[in-house]
T-cell receptor, first 111, second 113 residues
């Protein structure tokens, strides 16, 4: 069955450093991959989408890579700030508009 | 202000009672979705609708029902047949037709005792 893995342990990063989160998947060939941010008790907020034929996507301090051979996406936040602290979810999509979601990684940026 | 609203934020029910969660959007989106979120798990799709008066079951539809009589509204009923209904419920929408990012409401936390 399809499986998505995100690091279940919280990631602690010092303010100003680059945070890197990982999303690995198996038994699936997604057409695209998305990253969302979720704050406690709130709905996820869309951040970035990367398609299967794209290697890298950037938006301000965010960068996403997508390696379909390794079946992995990396999500980077450069010059991290305490306000970046949240849970980050990855989601895979195919042709039917349905998404398969990872459980998320909690990111803590320490001042 | 455009967006998705869900009400109420917190909901408490006794076992054996049906309960309906509200989801309204004014984004003019065609597609709407209901997810359930449990600790340590990814979002799981309950039902989705790509167009008014049509909806499909997701991965965990048993014990749930929906309707889509208006484009703006997609209410979810949690029936007494749902064995473990306590969870955080999220409604989302998007334009469908090839646009993939989803817009989420604030969620409803349902507790059944």
């Amino acid at each position: 069955s399809q499986k998505i893995e995100q690091n279940s342990e919280a990631l602690n990063i010092q303010e100003g450093k680059t945070a890197t989160l990982t999303c690995n998947y198996t038994n699936y060939s997604p057409a695209y991959l998305q990253w969302y941010r979720q704050d406690p008790g709130r709905g996820p907020v869309f951040l970035l989408l990367i398609r299967e034929n794209e290697k890298e996507k950037r938006k301000e301090r965010l960068k996403v890579t997508f390696d379909t051979t390794l079946k992995q996406s990396l999500f980077h936040i450069t010059a991290s700030q305490p306000a970046d602290s949240a849970t980050y979810l990855c989601a895979l999509g195919g042709s039917n508009y349905q998404l398969i979601w990872g459980a998320g990684t909690k990111l803590i940026i320490k001042p | 202000d455009g967006g998705i609203t869900q009400s109420p934020k917190y909901l408490f029910r006794k076992e054996g009672q049906n309960v309906t969660l509200s989801c309204e959007q004014n984004l003019n989106h065609d597609a709407m979705y209901w997810y359930r979120q449990d600790p340590g798990q990814g979002l799981r799709l309950i039902y989705y609708s790509q167009i008014v008066n049509d909806f499909q079951k997701g991965d965990i539809a048993e014990g749930y029902s929906v309707s889509r009589e208006k484009k703006e509204s997609f209410p979810l009923t949690v029936t007494s047949a749902q064995k473990n209904p306590t969870a955080f419920y999220l409604c989302a929408s998007n334009r469908g037709q090839g646009t993939y990012e989803q817009y989420f409401g604030p969620g409803t936390r349902l507790t059944v005792t």
